[in-house]
């Protein structure tokens, strides 16, 4: 088999129906004017062609906002019986498929945090049972930098199928060899590339390349230097004194991962549960500590930690940055802090 076929556009709503006889399908769907990632039940439901990313990212189907990681009860004889969710979560085969390379990318990144040094069996359990099947941007949005972080506007890897809308055909890039077998169980639906095809494809890359080198940003290579020379920059108070600490770019990005954990009591106290919920280091109760301290109290240090957190930090620990590029934080910021605008002061552009 070729690594490259085609799939016309009638015959990936047929993909997807039978898809759906067999799969939990996600997809990004519309509802009162907002992109969103959510199940399907129908190909018509899928919103495919909208330009940039649907506002939440695809972290919520991985690593849910809050969710019960376990349920907890003292019987009669004081025994502790607990009941995991873990093989309710194994028995869910699904296919996520509209997630674009950013979004791809960051799943990537995820992985390094949650199936690195520890594994996290929940996390692990839904990327291993989900199909990724990810489609190239034709029309990225002006929030978008995905040229800048090297994680756009294609990929290699990090998906199942990789399609590229090239006219009446998406051109199909294999990534995995889940990606072959469900080419293999539907030959009928697809056809192999020419040579032509292949240009076709490139050239569409090139020209959204194109449309994203108007953002100006253009090499990250010296950012990692220049941050650890700007720590002490006026810059941040700058920034600082805009924020209203609302954490919506924490909760908008496809890489922010910080969470808390804590018990929910009956009023018996015999039965509970474990409960797992998105934090966010904008928050001023994210450090604090037994006895009420708090760390960082002023929000300049809470920016700045955020910005480090995606630039310097992750390349000490992981070896690479913890930026898509999406723009998601950038549309979503209540006080109209453009996370570009920091980049280009730090790099001197």
């Not at 955020?306 to 940055?321: A, L, N, T």
Request: glycine share 6%; aromatic share 10%; charged share 30%.
């Amino acid at each position: 088999m070729k690594k490259y076929m085609l799939l016309s556009k009638k015959n990936l709503s047929t993909l997807v129906e039978r898809f759906l006889k067999e799969f939990q399908v996600y997809g990004p769907t519309e509802k009162n004017g907002i992109i969103s990632f959510d199940i399907i039940s129908d190909w018509s439901e899928l919103k495919l062609d909208a330009s940039g990313v649907p506002l939440l990212p695809p972290k919520k189907i991985f690593l849910p906002p809050e969710e019960v990681l376990f349920t907890f009860k003292i019987s009669d004889d004081n025994n502790i019986e607990i009941e995991d969710p873990l093989d309710k979560i194994k028995e869910k085969k699904r296919v996520l498929i509209g997630i674009r390379p950013c979004d791809t990318h960051g799943l990537t990144l995820l992985d390094k945090v949650f199936i690195g040094k520890t594994v996290d069996p929940y996390y692990v359990t839904r990327r291993e049972n989900t199909i990724i099947i990810c489609i190239t941007c034709n029309n990225p949005t002006e929030y978008c930098f995905c040229n800048f972080t090297k994680s756009g506007p294609s990929i290699k890897e990090g998906f199942d199928l990789l399609l590229t809308d090239i006219g009446e055909f998406f051109f199909v890039e294999i990534g995995s060899e889940r990606g072959k077998d469900i080419i293999n169980s539907n030959l009928d639906l697809f056809q192999e590339a020419s040579e032509n095809d292949l240009a076709r494809r490139d050239q569409k890359i090139r020209e959204v390349e194109e449309k994203l080198s108007r953002n100006q940003l253009t090499s990250s290579n010296e950012l990692y230097q220049k941050l650890i020379r700007a720590f002490n920059d006026e810059l941040w108070n700058e920034y600082g004194r805009r924020c209203v600490a609302c954490g919506k770019c924490n909760f908008t990005c496809p890489t922010c991962h910080c969470f808390d954990v804590y018990d929910v009591m009956e009023l018996t106290l015999r039965e509970g549960k474990r409960v797992r919920k998105w934090d966010a280091c904008h928050f001023l109760s994210f450090t604090r500590v037994a006895g009420g301290e708090i760390f960082r109290k002023e929000r300049t240090s809470r920016v700045k930690q955020r910005i480090y957190d995606k630039y310097c930090y992750p390349v000490d620990e992981f070896g690479s940055i913890f930026c898509v590029g999406c723009g998601r934080c950038i549309h979503v910021c209540t006080a109209g802090i453009d996370i570009r605008e920091i980049l280009k002061k730090v790099l001197g552009m």
